[in-house]
């Protein structure tokens, strides 16, 4: 019957073909009432206290119109339901996307003050990337934001809307509730839809129930709400994922013009970069190979010591001590320049990067006129490779009166090349 076209008449006269000693139209119509009566009978869900919470998007949007007369945008309307007491939360977003699926999601656990078990939602990208014959693969930006609040994801079946009927209702309530008494509002921002949203959830989590004593947010108070998992100590840090990037062949991926190195085994294989606003993160087949402060300057590179081979460490430990030994040799104010390039860098790749072009400026504009402008720099605090290489272009230092460059000053304890080693 769930073919187009057929008829329940169509059935019995092809059956009757095949069994020609079969019964009547008319009970055969009886039979088959009685087979759809007992086909349609659902179980009666019953859900604990912080068991779990339904999550949905409404069907609705609400128009968010532009003060200046540009387009109007369409905000998207985020309902989550906890399954004993039907507490309610109404949230409005810019998106269905994962970012900010996860944010209402954060926003939720704030208000409830606590985290079910497991999170209940439906087959959205933001919350399932694929469904496999033998597993479901979880988003992993909504898996690590879960896992952060020690719960779960349990997506429903997909077309399976009975697996999800507290979120299914609470959707249509949430409409009939709130979005319908908002109808005719002109709304100029989120932020101002969010605060009416606010008070219509309030309204609807304090009205009566119509069959049992009290309301949603007595039930909440008096017994779910102690049975929530306590939140964690500190907030969710929203993330954003790149996949499948190339581990170049010096062991180092690339993200937004800047460089962070993996383990040299996983030269010129493929990683996952999960990266939020201080931190990244790198993924080798789901297993965490790396970790790094996220690099300010384009162009740079972060390097973890134990990711290079023995041999790359023996040569850059080398190279610092040779480089310092040259700017001995040249002048007090190179020196000093020398020394701050390795030394006050978080990462001493940087450093010697740095030092080993300055050595290269000197031998272009020969030695003596480079001693001169580190002495007009240092005074200055001017110690940019870029810096530098400007004064020496441009004969900045030149342009000024200065008869007898600044006097080399030793502050605090300097460092020989035997800090770096013993010199080769």
Known sequence: MRRPDATLERLWREWRETTPEGVGYSQFAMLYRVWTKNQHVVMRRTHRPGEKLFVDFAGRTVEIRDQNGGPSTFAQIFVAVLGYSNYTYIEATASQTTKDWLKCHANCFEVLGGVPEWVVSDNLKAAVWRRERDRTVINPAYRDCLSHYDTAPLPTGVRKPKHKAKAEVGVQIAQRWALFSLRDRIFFSLAELNAEL???????NRHPFKRLPGCRLDRFLETEKASLKPLPGTA??????????????????????????VPHTLAREGVDLRFTATVIEIFHRGRRVALHPLIETQGDARTIPEHRPVIHNRVLDAEPRALLAWAMNVGGNVELMIRHQLENRSDITNGVKAARRMRDLARDYGEVRFEEVCAYAMPLNITSLRSITSILKEDADKRF??????????????RGPSYFGESA
């Open 236 to 261: 969710f840090e929203l993330s954003d994922w790149r996949y499948s990037v190339r581990v170049q062949d010096d062991y180092h991926v690339e993200h937004q013009r800047r460089f962070y190195s």
């Open 198 to 204: 606010r008070i219509k959830a309030e309204e609807m």
């Open 401 to 414: 009166s200065i008869t007898q460059a600044p006097k080399v000053k030793v502050i605090g304890e300097l």
